[in-house]
């Protein structure tokens, strides 16, 4: 095309335009995913430690022991559904 301010052919230009666009966009979506996955760890750990903190288990040794493994009995699956979601989070649609 005559008088194309830029030089070439307009469509190879949109089309490599177009091209930069989507892996942009791609690369945004990318580290967007990674940083919802290490925000949702970091929530799971944090949220396990503060509550596990909270714990006060009396008595002897194996009374604490017990207390211990029953609020990790309510606490682990909260954290695994957490990580769940920031693996899904980390691993890349194909």
């Given amino acids: 095309m005559e008088g194309f301010p830029i030089g070439g ?6 089309k490599g335009l177009r091209e930069f666009a989507e892996r942009q966009a791609e ?24 509550a596990l903190q909270r714990v006060e288990p009396t008595g002897g ?15 682990f699956p909260e954290a ?7 693996r899904q989070g980390f691993m890349r649609e194909g």
């Fill in 9 to 14: 052919d307009p469509d190879d230009l949109m």
């Fill in 27 to 50: 690369s945004v979506a990318d580290a967007q995913r990674e940083q919802f996955a290490t925000l949702t760890l970091n929530t799971a750990v944090e949220l396990t430690a503060a």
């Fill in 61 to 75: 040794p194996d009374e604490q022991a017990v207390a211990l493994r029953d609020a990790m009995r309510v606490l």
């Fill in 80 to 86: 695994v559904a957490l990580v769940s979601a920031a």
